[in-house]
């Protein structure tokens, strides 16, 4: 029975509650974080996106293709600074939508917009 006892009273409880007498202010609550203001400012600085004449955004992206052959989505609104309905309406036009494969959700250029053709390569070589 002294073992018994001895084992409860030498287990002490890991977490214990105290009662405070007067409040201490460690954690404050924040109604705005800082990386929400600075979010904040930035967006504003930029402005809503306003449509751009179509044809200066087809320039924008054929001169975005050549350097890569494929993007994604979000890439390519980032690059023209387009609304993505608008932007999106464009891409149908002129590219195809992976949806599976190695380059899943990504957009490519349709073969008749491509820089280079296979047909070209063969006529200049001989």
């Given at each position: 029975?002294?073992?018994?006892?001895?084992?409860?009273?030498?287990?002490?409880?890991?977490?214990?509650?105290?009662?405070?007498d007067?409040?201490?202010?460690?954690?404050?609550?924040?109604?705005?974080?800082?990386?929400?203001?600075?979010?904040?400012?930035?967006?504003?600085?930029?402005?809503?996106?306003?449509?751009?004449?179509?044809?200066?955004?087809?320039?924008?992206?054929?001169?975005?293709?050549e350097?890569?052959?494929?993007?994604?989505?979000?890439?390519?609104?980032?690059?023209?600074?387009?609304?993505?309905?608008?932007?999106k309406?464009?891409?149908?036009?002129?590219?195809?939508?992976?949806?599976?494969?190695?380059?899943?959700?990504?957009?490519e250029?349709k073969?008749?917009?491509?820089?280079?053709?296979?047909?070209?390569?063969?006529?200049?070589?001989?």
């Amino acid at each position: 029975m002294k073992v018994k006892r001895w084992q409860i009273e030498s287990v002490k409880p890991q977490r214990l509650t105290q009662q405070l007498d007067r409040f201490t202010p460690v954690f404050k609550p924040v109604a705005n974080h800082n990386f929400n203001l600075e979010y904040e400012k930035k967006k504003k600085s930029e402005g809503k996106m306003v449509r751009a004449d179509r044809q200066v955004v087809l320039d924008m992206l054929f001169s975005a293709f050549e350097k890569h052959q494929y993007y994604s989505f979000k890439d390519l609104v980032d690059i023209t600074k387009q609304p993505v309905a608008y932007l999106k309406e464009i891409m149908r036009d002129i590219g195809t939508c992976h949806r599976k494969g190695t380059h899943k959700s990504t957009w490519e250029l349709k073969p008749e917009y491509c820089h280079y053709q296979p047909g070209e390569e063969e006529e200049k070589s001989s």
